[in-house]
């Protein structure tokens, strides 16, 4: 896509994937079949039905797919009231099963990569500019307005002197659609819609960023987050009885074996009931034998 623009490789994951563990061979047909698998499976599995929902995040999504290892299948649930003749769409970044992408930076690009689709605003991007990882929520401030706003996630903003940065950006994407009017190639005309689709959310994404950055009220610094609350807001979460096991018995000097070194101390507990183990550096919990703290 360009320098500064995502993806800025492609990654043959599932193609390498396809003639790695799953034994198959380069013969077309067989290689876009496995794509088309990869597109709508769910943990490695086509699952009937459960593909016929599209994703979309914001208000729109209103169901979420639940694996239920238990009973051997797939819940699908109504997270809230679904209106007749309302399309039901869930969340392949934003849902309860979606594991680290919740947390990571999965958003449109990566959406393209795995699903073959350019999902529908809101969208999710992460563009690495000024040397800095920026990442921005794009979403329509009222539905079908065509008004958009962004919102920066916890990153300081770019700074207004490095526009230019965005209309490099810009100029780049207008000389590939000039210099790509049509389809003359032997792509199939299918994905050439998904890679003029993907252009247009590029330069829609980029542009927006744009017009927020030269509006006269715009100021980086309006949008600090004070960093060091957030890091302790999620480093006391990390004691929640509900979220991790319970580490009271560690606390007992009987089961505790430390050493002092120049710069920390170590420390080794053990819960002889649980015959469980942990190790932690300065009182902070590193991993356990059944536990692997997130930190």
């Known amino acids: 896509a360009g320098e500064?623009?995502?993806?800025?490789?492609?990654?043959?994951?599932?193609v390498n994937e396809w003639n790695g563990s799953c034994g198959g061979n380069?013969?077309?047909?067989?290689?876009?079949?496995?794509?088309?698998?990869?597109?709508?499976?769910?943990?490695?599995?086509?699952v009937p039905y459960s593909d016929f929902f599209n994703h979309r995040n914001g208000h729109w999504n209103n169901a979420e797919v639940?694996?239920?290892?238990?009973?051997?299948?797939?819940?699908?649930?109504?997270?809230?009231?679904?209106?007749?003749?309302?399309?039901?769409c869930i969340s392949l970044n934003m849902c309860k099963d979606c594991n680290s992408r919740t947390m990571e930076v999965y958003g449109t690009p990566e959406i393209l990569h795995d699903n073959g689709i350019v999902e529908r605003l809101p969208q999710r991007w992460h563009f690495k500019l000024a040397g800095k990882e920026r990442t921005i929520d794009l979403s329509e401030k009222e539905d079908g307005s065509g008004e958009l706003e962004i919102s920066w996630e916890i990153e300081k903003p770019?700074?207004?002197?490095?526009?230019h940065l965005l209309e490099a950006n810009l100029k780049h994407l207008d000389r590939f659609e000039k210099k790509h009017p049509e389809n003359t190639s032997d792509i199939p005309d299918n994905e050439w819609r998904i890679i003029m689709e993907y252009h247009k959310a590029l330069t829609m994404a980029n542009k927006a960023i744009l017009d927020t950055m030269v509006q006269d009220d715009y100021d980086e610094d309006d949008f600090n987050?004070?960093?060091?609350?957030?890091?302790?807001?999620?480093?006391?979460?990390?004691?929640?009885?509900?979220?991790?096991?319970?580490?009271?018995?560690?606390?007992?000097e009987q089961y505790k074996d430390c050493e002092d070194s120049m710069f920390q101390t170590l420390c080794y507990k053990e819960d002889p009931e649980g015959r469980n183990k942990c190790f932690d550096l300065d009182y902070h919990v590193q991993m356990c034998s059944d536990h692997r703290a997130h930190y």
């Open 26 to 46: 380069d013969d077309p047909n067989e290689r876009m079949m496995a794509l088309i698998v990869a597109k709508r499976m769910e943990d490695g599995i086509m």
């Open 4 to 14: 500064m623009l995502v993806p800025t490789q492609f990654k043959q994951q599932w």
């Open 66 to 88: 639940a694996d239920n290892e238990q009973d051997k299948k797939f819940d699908i649930v109504a997270k809230r009231t679904i209106q007749p003749d309302e399309e039901i």
């Open 225 to 252: 987050v004070d960093e060091e609350d957030i890091y302790w807001k999620r480093h006391d979460g990390c004691f929640d009885a509900d979220e991790y096991l319970s580490l009271e018995t560690f606390h007992e």
């Open 158 to 163: 770019l700074p207004k002197h490095d526009t």
